[in-house]
T-cell receptor
Framework: DQQVKQNSPSLSVQEGRISILNCDYT??????FLWYKKYPAEGPTFLIS?????DKNEDGRFTVFLNKSAKHLSLHIVPSQPGDSAVYFC???????????FGRGTSLIVHP | NAGVTQTPKFRVLKTGQSMTLLCAQD?????MYWYRQDPGMGLRLIHY???????AKGEVPDGYNVSRLKKQNFLLGLESAAPSQTSVYFC?????????????FGQGTRLTVV
C-alpha cells in the first residue's frame, strides 16, 4: 500500500508554461517533504523541501505547496525549460526518524 | 568533495552468483540507505542504517544483506542473485540532525542478473 502517491506517470508541457506535479500521502506522521529530480543514468538530486509547519516554499522557479488537511503537495515550475525534463520524485519523512518514503515518480517533458 | 560514491557502476551476474555493492560517503553522515529503482515502481527502500554498526530492514529486504562496519561505508550483499534482482541500486546518506536537511544520492549501480 503506497504511502506516497504520484498518480501522474508523465506530464508534457510547453517551454515557458507552468509545470505542476502532484503528490498525495496517507501517513499523518509525515512532517517533512522533499522533491528530487532525476536525469537518466544519474542519481536523484535534491530540488526543494517543505516542513509541515509551512504551506509554501519557494526557490527561484520552483515552488512547493503543502495542503496538510488534504495530505497533498505540489511542485510548480515557472517558467518551464527544456532542461527541466527529468523524472521528479516526491518523498516524505516521518517525524522522529529520517527514513524517506518515495513516490513512483512523474516524468516531465518540456517541449521547446 | 566526492559526496556519495557507489561501486561498481555496472555489473552482470549469473543466477546464483553473489556480489557486494559498496557505498562510500565522505560527509560524515549518520544515516545511510540502499534503494532499488524499477520501472513504474519508484525508489523502494531495501535496508538502512542509522549509525555505524546498525542496520535495519526496509520495504523490500528479502534476498539482500547489509553491513555498516565503518561509518563512511554501507555494503549491500546479494548472496544468491535472482533475475528479480535486476534493477538500478541507489545508495543515499543524510545527517538528520541538521534542520531542513536532504539525503544525498550516489550515481547508481545498474545490475543485470541473467
Amino acid at each position: 500500500d503506497q504511502q506516497v502517491k504520484q498518480n501522474s506517470p508523465s506530464l508534457s508541457v510547453q517551454e515557458g508554461r507552468i509545470s505542476i506535479l502532484n503528490c498525495d500521502y496517507t501517513n499523518s506522521m509525515f512532517d517533512y517533504f522533499l522533491w528530487y529530480k532525476k536525469y537518466p543514468a544519474e542519481g536523484p538530486t535534491f530540488l526543494i523541501s517543505i516542513s509541515s509547519i509551512k504551506d509554501k516554499n519557494e526557490d527561484g522557479r520552483f515552488t512547493v505547496f503543502l495542503n496538510k488537511s488534504a495530505k497533498h503537495l505540489s511542485l510548480h515550475i515557472v517558467p518551464s525549460q527544456p532542461g527541466d525534463s527529468a523524472v521528479y520524485f516526491c518523498a516524505a519523512v516521518p517525524g522522529g526518524s529520517y527514513i524517506p518514503t518515495f513516490g513512483r515518480g512523474t516524468s516531465l517533458i518540456v517541449h521547446p | 568533495n566526492a559526496g556519495v560514491t557507489q561501486t561498481p557502476k555496472f555489473r552482470v551476474l549469473k543466477t546464483g552468483q553473489s556480489m557486494t555493492l559498496l557505498c562510500a560517503q565522505d560527509m560524515n553522515h549518520e544515516y545511510m540507505y540502499w534503494y532499488r529503482q524499477d520501472p513504474g515502481m519508484g525508489l523502494r527502500l531495501i535496508h538502512y542504517s542509522v549509525g555505524e554498526g546498525t542496520t535495519a530492514k526496509g520495504e523490500v529486504p528479502d534476498g539482500y544483506n547489509v553491513s555498516r562496519l565503518k561509518k563512511q561505508n554501507f555494503l549491500l550483499g546479494l548472496e544468491s542473485a535472482a533475475p528479480s534482482q535486476t534493477s538500478v541500486y541507489f545508495c543515499a546518506s543524510v545527517n538528520p540532525d541538521r534542520v531542513n536537511t536532504e539525503a544525498f544520492f550516489g550515481q547508481g549501480t545498474r545490475l543485470t542478473v541473467v
